[in-house]
């Protein structure tokens, strides 16, 4: 690790930030990768250009992992660089973590993380604060999460390398996730609860608004994702034939 | 000029999304709120923000999943709701914005295909740090030009159709809002889904509603 220094590797954390900027269905993050890896390699190899080529070509293959938990993989690949890991090792391990972290980062943020705090923001809004305080209190508290996790996973992977995977298994980030969810089916509660009651609500528009609600509601909770697409055709369309019954004489 | 700015702010914010940092910036209630303050109607901008935030509470940019761009939707539909106060501007600006989202995802597709043939293969010899590093921030930039490009159109199109329909719309705003809050129920249900489905979560959800209504009773 000694060939790396401070600088180096607060610009690796930084460029991790635009780890998906080229992404492509054939490489996916590939390129982010290799380019946020670039100033360490260069730090690692130094003079001998043919070495530091080799291994920018190496990172470039096909790789994918949740942008966040994609840090560990970042963090480590750059420890086995710099410990002068042979080649077929780094892609092995790159190859071993990438489906574990795309799931276990898609089930602890887009799954629980995300939900959560957009439904706590929404019940904020319903229940009346001013709507800087609830952009504020969405950006602070998701970014707390998303940040912590970028930051830790990065010195996960850098300080533990190959081991890193033990360390994700200490951190119970599934586990975490799940207690995350019970957060969220809370929260989608309260803002029912809010949204039915609250000033401007479902309540004062009338019975037949809530029963449409209602079983709106409902189709979304047994018909799950698949409605969604559906659904939102049937809400334009009904806007543009309510918009054409006013432009008729 | 007011054009030209909006579709810089949907550049911006559509970086935001996927290739940039994922701060949510690009969420629905923050673009909403931005947009809103960047035309003197940050109400506006929130109140719509609010809406297309119910609707995309399950959409997110999970994978290669291709989704509705919920940016695009929100600075399209405040931009469109802010050139008319006819009380049809809001469902007839959320309903464009809706639209222009799948526009917005079927353009994120085709940019990601088009990155394919942007980035150096592994296998290329010729395969450098300099042209690594060009590549990927190229696909930026190129992400930014997209963001821009289809705010920009969206909000053109947008501002024409809503001048015609807003004035005729022949419903109330309380009910027009209950139609936006009952189409956005849909997307609470199936969040509640994924979550584990009524059945698993029932405890959790009723103790929610009741806890909303008193909280709601009491401030």
């Known amino acids: 690790m000694s060939a790396l220094s401070r600088r180096a590797i607060?610009?690796?954390?930084?460029?991790?930030?635009?780890?998906?900027?080229?992404?492509?269905?054939?490489?996916?993050?590939?390129?982010?990768?290799?380019?946020?890896?670039?100033?360490?390699?260069?730090?690692?190899?130094?003079?001998?250009?043919?070495?530091?080529?080799?291994?920018v070509r190496r990172h470039l293959d096909h790789f994918n992992a949740h942008p966040y938990l994609a840090n560990v993989a970042l963090g480590a690949a750059l420890r086995l660089e710099a410990d002068s890991t042979d080649a077929q090792t780094v892609r092995r391990f790159k190859t071993a973590v990438r489906g574990p972290l795309g799931g276990l980062g898609d089930s602890l943020v887009w799954a629980a993380w995300l939900p959560a705090v957009?439904?706590?923001?929404?019940?904020?809004?319903?229940?009346?604060?001013?709507?800087?305080?609830?952009?504020?209190?969405?950006?602070?508290?998701?970014n707390a999460g998303h940040l912590t996790l970028r930051i830790w996973g990065f010195r996960a992977g850098?300080?533990?390398?190959?081991?890193?995977?033990?360390?994700?298994?200490?951190?119970?980030?599934?586990q975490l996730g799940a207690r995350i969810q019970s957060i969220a089916a809370l929260l989608v509660g309260v803002l029912a609860g809010v949204v039915l009651a609250g000033r401007g609500g479902l309540s004062e528009a009338g019975l037949p608004w809530l029963v449409l609600a209602i079983v709106c509601f409902v189709v979304g909770l047994f018909g799950g994702h698949r409605v969604w697409r559906p659904t939102a055709i049937a809400i334009v369309g009904a806007i543009a034939l309510i918009s054409a019954w006013g432009v008729l004489p | 000029m007011e054009l030209?700015?909006?579709?810089?702010?949907?550049?911006?914010?559509?970086?935001?999304?996927?290739?940039?940092?994922?701060?949510?910036?690009?969420?629905?209630?923050?673009?909403?709120?931005?947009?809103?303050?960047?035309?003197?109607?940050?109400?506006?901008?929130?109140?719509?923000g609010t809406v297309l935030e119910l609707y995309l509470l399950v959409s997110f940019p999970s994978g290669g999943a291709r989704f509705p761009e919920g940016t695009t939707a929100t600075v399209v539909a405040v931009a469109?709701?802010?050139?008319?106060?006819?009380?049809?501007?809001?469902?007839?600006?959320?309903?464009?914005?809706?639209?222009w989202g799948q526009v917005g995802g079927f353009s994120i597709t085709a940019l990601r295909r088009a990155n394919g043939f942007i980035v150096p293969e592994p296998a290329d010899s010729r395969a450098d740090a300099r042209r690594v590093a060009a590549a990927h921030l190229g696909a930026v930039g190129l992400d930014f030009v997209r963001g821009a490009?289809?705010?920009?159109?969206?909000?053109?199109?947008?501002?024409?159709?809503?001048?015609?329909?807003?004035?005729?719309?022949?419903?109330?705003?309380?009910?027009?809002?209950?139609?936006?809050?009952?189409?956005?129920?849909?997307?609470?249900?199936i969040l509640l889904h994924d979550l584990g489905g009524f059945r698993e979560r029932r405890v959790l959800f009723v103790a929610g509603l009741a806890l909303g209504i008193v909280g709601v009773r009491l401030l």
């Open chain 1, 10 to 55: 607060t610009s690796i954390f930084l460029r991790s930030f635009l780890i998906q900027g080229s992404w492509n269905y054939h490489t996916m993050i590939g390129t982010g990768f290799a380019f946020a890896m670039l100033p360490g390699l260069k730090r690692i190899f130094d003079d001998d250009q043919e070495s530091m080529d080799a291994s």
């Open chain 2, 80 to 99: 469109t709701a802010s050139a008319s106060s006819a009380p049809g501007a809001l469902p007839v600006a959320i309903a464009i914005g809706l639209v």
């Open chain 2, 4 to 48: 030209a700015l909006i579709a810089l702010l949907g550049g911006c914010l559509a970086l935001d999304a996927t290739s940039v940092g994922q701060f949510m910036l690009s969420r629905p209630l923050v673009a909403g709120a931005l947009t809103g303050w960047m035309l003197g109607d940050p109400a506006l901008g929130l109140l719509i």
């Open chain 1, 118 to 142: 957009s439904l706590t923001a929404l019940a904020l809004w319903w229940l009346g604060l001013p709507g800087w305080v609830v952009v504020g209190v969405f950006l602070a508290v998701y």
């Open chain 1, 158 to 174: 850098l300080r533990d390398g190959r081991d890193v995977a033990r360390t994700l298994g200490e951190a119970r980030l599934a």
């Open chain 2, 149 to 189: 490009l289809i705010t920009g159109t969206g909000v053109a199109i947008g501002r024409l159709m809503i001048l015609r329909l807003a004035e005729a719309w022949p419903i109330g705003e309380r009910e027009s809002f209950a139609l936006m809050l009952a189409g956005g129920a849909v997307s609470v249900g």
